[in-house]
């Protein structure tokens, strides 16, 4: 809808002029429903506004401490990831110088009863009386009142004890010495009637060497053992 506007000041003259002589007519009309208006100029950009400088301080201070935290638990996980690695290679190790360990040990031990049984053989050369406590004390283990004890020797040691009988004028006792070259020096046997009694020194030998849990045999690779043909055992009181 639209209606004619006169213009202020145009009602003076009507009375004297025409209608052509009137003033200019302005027409409004209202503006129809629907249609797009007039997009308003844009407005200019507002500046960005920094934030204080404290506040910036605080931030860096925050992404610091952030960036602290999280390299401190990287670092701890390697760290772990590193000892667990360690841990294992020590395990490995400690298996193998156990292993080393053990077979030194083992080496050591041979070597050191390499060493005695040198020890032995040259102590019984040397001081062969050493056979005579040795008798004494398988004699004295014998049961009282045995019958028909025999002490068998090697010749060479039942040649030293007739002469300790000897120089020391002693009676004969009542068992009888027996000459075997089978056996070693510094041992002897005691056979009686109803018991036997090894204490040579291959058995004196083994029964050492078993509590440490070893099976070295003694054998004397120097003086081969002289059979039984070539020198028969011989008895005598």
Do not use: Y
């Not at 145009?10 to 002029?17: C, F, H, L, M, S």
């Not at 506004?49 to 602290?68: D, F, K, M, T, Y």
């Not at 667990?84 to 080496?107: K, N, P, T």
């Not at 050493?130 to 004295?140: F, G, K, N, Q, T």
């Amino acid at each position: 809808m639209a209606r004619s506007i006169m213009r202020k000041g145009d009602g003076a003259e009507t009375g004297r002029g025409t209608k052509a002589d009137a003033g200019e007519v302005v027409r409004w009309q209202m503006d129809t429903i629907g249609e797009p208006r007039a997009t308003p100029r844009a407005t200019e950009a507002t500046p960005e506004v920094r934030p204080p400088e404290e506040e910036l301080a605080r931030i860096r201070e925050v992404a610091r401490a952030q960036g602290h935290a999280e390299g401190l638990a990287a670092g701890r996980a390697a760290g772990a990831r590193e000892m667990a690695e360690l841990g294992q290679l020590l395990g490995r190790l400690r298996e193998v110088m156990d292993g080393f360990e053990q077979q030194l040990a083992g080496d050591m031990l041979g070597l050191a009863l390499e060493i005695a049984r040198q020890i032995m053989r040259h102590t019984i050369h040397v001081h062969p009386e050493v056979v005579l406590p040795v008798i004494r004390e398988a004699i004295a283990s014998l049961p009282q009142g045995s019958l028909h004890p025999r002490l068998i020797l090697h010749p060479d040691d039942a040649l030293l004890v007739r002469s300790v009988l000897d120089a020391n004028q002693l009676t004969p006792a009542p068992w009888r010495i027996v000459e075997d070259a089978k056996l070693e020096r510094g041992g002897c046997r005691v056979e009686t009637a109803a018991s036997e009694l090894d204490a040579t020194v291959e058995s004196r030998w083994k029964a050492v060497i078993a509590n440490l849990g070893r099976e070295d045999a003694w054998v004397d690779l120097e003086v081969p053992a002289r059979s039984s043909a070539s020198t028969p055992s011989r008895e005598s009181r």
